[in-house]
């Protein structure tokens, strides 16, 4: 643990393993894995004694896809611990790989105004350029700052700040990779200044979701020629809920929409777009497979969330015990708070 003077903000940093944390053993050549706790990120980091009073808590220490929802409900809990005994902000690092999703489960997660950053790196520390250090310096100072206060959790990268509502990983490799499509950054990191241009409202509450087993939702993605063969066994396979990733503005074929009619006397059915930005039509084309043509079959529209964010959503719904009538209210109630800008 690192502290500064008193009255400093307390910033805790959470370390959940991913590029930023990964590095040799010392003994072989092989690629790095995540190694490095998050005391030693942030000794890396002499620059956060003149911003905050950092705490560190060692999480996990996992390649990001091994992460799962049922961590960040704890993580979640983690969080609403700190705050309650007095940290003024938290910053999260992991792996980018699904930093996407788990940023946003954490947001609708947590309920507290204090801000929420997560973080992590595309370079990884053995590497020229690096990217980590920077970016952890840029979230401690974005989580210290109360111009954050109140916009939910966010995902601060080559010192942009993104809602994670809207933030997307867009790039295999560049330090660029974060990009909102939809809206573009709430601001920015400059020099030792954070500078907010935009501000959103916080979601939709959800029900409290205790630690354990959450229910699995399906991820389908329809392409050229597809057929229902996917759809049918998702039922008889034990999920709980299916997003189908469709064409365009919430589009499937024609041959797909029997099967997913019978899927949705079952579970709760949301149809997403591939196209990665833009928002779901909602009254333009009959055909059948068409959005109009899904909506009056019982399928939820997932809005402007893409499939990913659309399928961590519903699986937080199931997990928070709504009655299943109440499913498709709870999700829209969500969907309807995403583009709730405050003034």
Known sequence: MLTTQIGKPRITVLSLGGTIASTHDGATSEGVTPRLGANDLVAAAPQLRDIA?????????????????????????TIEQLFDASA?????????DTMEEASFA???????????????????????????????????????????????????????????????KTHTSSTATFQSPNCGP??????????????????APLRVVREGEIPAVALLTMSLGDDARLVGPVRESGYSGAVIEGFGGGHVPA?????????????????????????????????????????????LSAGSLDARKARVLLSLILASEVELGHVSETFQRVIDSIWSFAP
């Open 53 to 77: 009073e950092v705490a560190t808590v060692q999480f996990r220490n996992v390649p990001s896809g091994d992460l799962t929802l049922a961590d960040m409900v704890a993580l979640s809990h």
């Open 88 to 96: 003024d902000g938290v910053v999260i690092t992991q792996g980018t």
């Open 106 to 168: 954490i947001d609708l997660l947590v309920r507290n105004d204090r801000p929420v950053v997560f973080t992590g790196a595309m370079r990884n520390p053995t590497t020229v350029g690096a990217d980590g250090l920077a970016n952890l310096v840029a979230a401690v100072r974005v989580a210290a700052s109360s111009d954050t206060v109140g916009l939910g959790t966010l995902v601060v990268f080559n010192d942009e700040i993104h809602a994670a509502r809207f933030v997307r």
């Open 186 to 203: 709430l601001g920015w990191v400059v020099e030792d200044r954070v500078r907010v241009v935009a501000r959103v409202s916080t979601l």
């Open 255 to 299: 041959v797909v929409v029997p099967a997913v009619e019978r899927l949705t006397s079952s579970m709760p059915v949301v149809f997403a777009s591939r196209t990665g930005s833009g928002e779901l039509l909602s009254n333009t084309y009959g055909f059948a497979g068409s959005e109009r043509d899904l909506l009056s079959r019982g399928v």
